[in-house]
């Protein structure tokens, strides 16, 4: 249990022998004060009368409010309760809160913020996010689909689950027949071998081009797809060289932006299962014939519509394959429940291939469609079409210049390494500071600001408390004198640090990065004011080593929650 919520409770417990209330239905109605100085929980009184069985009239609310307060009894956590207007205000017992707050991140330490949550006793969750398409620009689609992923991974690790990151590449289709054709006539082995992903999509883009022009290049590229799919060795060798020339140039990319996977997928794995989906649909009654002799599944009383699953020619869809990829996933991982990162835009897709695999199953399986906006104006200097590691890139340039243009940060030792840490920084807090469902509009200027909310701005609040740290050289102990932590930029910070537990718990239940982000500024910024009235070098021992406790235990919580963003925190900058 969080120490704010044992606060609540120990409110809740008072309040209930005065209320039929449970205490959950207590808890949920307290907030943090807007008034400090009455208390640090409030209630307002009409929802809490709202709540009783038997809600008391609106001219007896003071009486009862009255009686409220004279029956609390003060104990070693709750102070004093007070009413103003229509609220009830509880103080903490300060020391004991302080003590209590610091002395569960100190011990707690890296798991801080989720150790006191129950652990799943056994649940694999599969995760699948990013997928690009081979020989097609990475995309700010994918790159969304990377970050928050990522996010959605490491939370569900850290709060115990075993999961296994999917990268399902797009690497099959008609769209490859076509890249095959295209590399017959402008292929060049040397441009392929020094930079395969940009050579792959220049090739891409020409035979795209030839192909409005030329209507034979569209029957030969579905001739060639047409024979990888009925196994042919030549045409397979080279796609998989292709393939695996693609993900060893993706994978140093990931490595750049913090982000793994356990397994590099693809729709050309599901083959052997696209037979074995299509037998239990049959099976199952569930193909009807269209109009031009192609198979869908019935949906309308899902209010779905029809959906195709098979050509008339006998080649896959899209939604077959990935109704495969769910049978051979079942196989290979057993999974308790499998998410899928991919655009809002996608919403009814995933509606209908949830709806039919919900069909094809004896027990439904539990999928969810982790949906984002879109990003507006993301472009690199020269206007062309964006690749991620060109994003990258750019963003390390924009951080080098301003660490250049500073004196002492120009002598840095590793300021090559430190500028593409914060670039990374920069993009993704960018990315995940608005709710993910929300387009927004991407600009290198606010990014990598770092006077404004950004990802610079959180690395250098780290960086700060770890400067902090090294000049005081003050050993770190939760054994310390709370009560001298009493300035309000010391409470401030208290407070900020204590609800971090329950922001990770909402965090994980709405898969909202934004949540974590934009409480981690509010913390950067309780940070800042504290270490700017707060000295801890030069100062009577005990008074250090309260201050520097706290300013320890801030660093912490700043550092966890970076880490389930994603970012690596940086010490020194």
């Given at each position: 249990m969080?120490v704010?919520?044992?606060f609540?409770?120990?409110?809740a417990?008072?309040l209930?022998k005065?209320?039929p209330c449970q205490p959950?239905d207590?808890t949920?109605l307290m907030?943090?004060s807007?008034i400090?100085?009455?208390?640090d929980i ?5 929802k809490l ?5 038997n809600?008391l009239?609106k001219?007896?609310?003071a009486?009862?409010?009255k009686?409220v ?10 102070e ?5 207007k229509a609220?009830l205000f ?5 020391p004991?809160?302080?003590?209590q707050?610091l002395?569960q ?6 798991s ?6 129950a652990?799943?006793?056994a649940?694999?969750?599969?995760i699948?996010y990013?997928?690009p398409?081979i ?7 994918h790159?969304?689909s990377?970050?928050?992923g990522?996010?959605?991974?490491i939370?569900h690790?850290?709060m115990g689950y ?8 797009g690497d099959w289709?008609k769209?490859?027949?076509l890249l095959?054709?295209g590399f017959?006539?402008y292929?060049?082995e040397?441009?392929l071998?020094s930079d395969p ?7 891409y ?6 192909a409005?022009?030329?209507k034979?290049i569209d029957k030969k590229?579905n001739?060639y797809?047409?024979n990888m799919?009925q196994g042919?060795?030549e045409?397979?060798?080279?796609w998989?060289?292709?393939?695996e ?10 490595e750049r932006?913090?982000?793994?996977f356990d ?5 050309s794995q ?9 037998d239990i649909l ?5 193909l009807t014939?269209t109009e031009?002799?192609?198979y869908a599944?019935?949906?309308e009383q899902?209010q779905?519509g029809?959906?195709?699953v098979k050509?008339a020619?006998?080649t896959?869809l899209?939604?077959?394959?990935d109704?495969a990829?769910?049978?051979m996933r079942?196989?290979?991982y057993p999974?308790?429940k499998?998410?899928?990162?991919v655009?809002s835009?996608q ?9 039919i695999s919900?069909?094809?199953?004896d027990?439904?399986l539990e ?5 984002f906006?879109r ?5 690199t ?10 994003i ?6 924009r ?7 500073d004196a ?8 090559d390494?430190?500028?593409d840490?914060?670039?990374m920084s920069?993009i993704l ?6 709710k993910r ?15 404004g909310?950004t990802g ?5 609040a ?12 003050i050993k770190i ?6 009560s001298?932590l ?7 910070l208290?407070?900020s640090?204590?609800?971090f537990p ?12 934004s949540a974590i982000?934009?409480?981690l ?5 309780a ?5 700017a009235?707060?000295?801890v070098?030069?100062?009577d021992?005990n008074?250090?080593?309260?201050r520097m406790?706290?300013?320890?235990s801030?660093r912490?919580t700043?550092r966890?929650?970076?880490?389930l963003l994603g970012?690596?925190p940086i010490?020194k900058?």
């Open positions: 969080s704010r919520l044992k609540k409770q120990a409110i417990n008072q209930l005065q209320t959950k207590i949920s907030r943090p807007r400090p100085k009455l208390g409030s209630i307002t009184l009409p009368n709202a709540s009783l069985e809600p009239p001219q007896e609310l009486a009862w409010s009686d307060t004279d029956k609390f009894e003060p104990n070693e956590l709750i004093s309760v007070s009413v103003d609220n509880f103080k903490f017992n300060q004991e809160f302080n003590k707050v002395q991140v100190y011990h707690d330490n890296k801080y913020g989720w150790s006191h949550l652990k799943p006793e649940s694999t969750v599969l699948d990013s997928s398409n020989a097609k620009p990475f995309h700010a689609g790159l969304r990377t970050i928050i990522n996010f959605i991974r939370i690790e850290s075993h999961v296994i990151g999917i990268n399902y590449l289709g769209q490859y027949g095959a054709v017959e006539k292929g060049d040397s441009k071998i992903i940009h050579h792959l999509y220049q090739v883009v020409q035979i795209n081009a030839d409005k022009q030329d034979e590229a001739e797809f047409k799919e042919d060795p045409a397979l060798k080279q998989s060289r292709f393939r020339m693609s993900i060893q140039s993706y994978a140093s990319i990931y932006l913090n982000v793994k397994v590099y997928s693809g729709e599901v083959n052997n299962y696209i037979q074995k989906a299509n049959k099976d199952r009654n569930l014939h031009d002799n192609a599944v019935d949906l899902y779905l029809k959906v195709v050509r020619d006998g896959s899209y939604v077959t394959r109704l990829s769910i049978l079942k196989e290979k999974f308790q499998a998410i899928y990162v655009g835009e919403a009814a897709y995933f509606r209908e291939m949830f709806q919900n069909l094809m199953m027990k439904p999928l969810e469609h982790v949906g906006g990003i507006k104006g993301m472009s200097r020269n206007g062309t079409v964006v690749f991620l590691q060109d990258l890139d750019t963003a390390k340039e951080i080098l210049e301003y660490m250049n243009a002492e940060k120009s002598q840095m030792e590793d300021i390494t430190v500028a840490q914060l670039g920069a807090i960018q990315d995940m500071k608005s469902g929300k387009d927004y509009e991407f600009s290198w200027e606010r990014m990598t600001d770092a006077r909310d610079v701005f959180l690395q250098y780290h960086a700060k408390v770890c400067g902090i740290e090294r000049k005081a050289g102990t939760p054994h310390v004198d709370f001298i009493k300035e309000k930029e010391a409470l401030d208290v407070q640090i204590s609800t329950e922001v990770v718990e909402s965090a994980f239940k709405s898969l909202e990065p982000v934009n409480y500024f509010k913390l950067a910024h940070t800042s004011a504290a270490s009235f707060l000295r070098k030069d100062m021992q008074i250090s080593e309260a406790l706290l300013f320890w801030a912490i700043l966890n929650g970076l880490h970012i690596k010490k900058m």
